[in-house]
């Protein structure tokens, strides 16, 4: 994931920073505890795509 790009990428719900998890190539919003996918290296930044995070997954 480049670095800028991170940068500029927010979580679309709560307009809060992201966090790349490069292991499950997932961007993660720690206050809404959602993952968002990246797929063949495009986030994919929809409410519907993204994954819950479980009670005991760390952020």
């Known amino acids: 994931m480049d670095a800028k790009l991170l940068e500029i990428l927010v979580c679309p ?30 986030p994919v930044m929809l409410e519907e795509e993204a994954r819950q995070l479980l ?3 760390e952020v």
Do not use: M, T, Y
């Not at 719900?13 to 495009?42: H, N």
């Open 55 to 57: 009670a005991e997954e």
């Open 13 to 42: 719900i709560c307009k809060g920073p992201l966090v790349f998890k490069k292991s499950e190539q997932e961007l993660i919003c720690k206050a809404d505890r959602l993952a968002f996918p990246i797929k063949d290296g495009i």
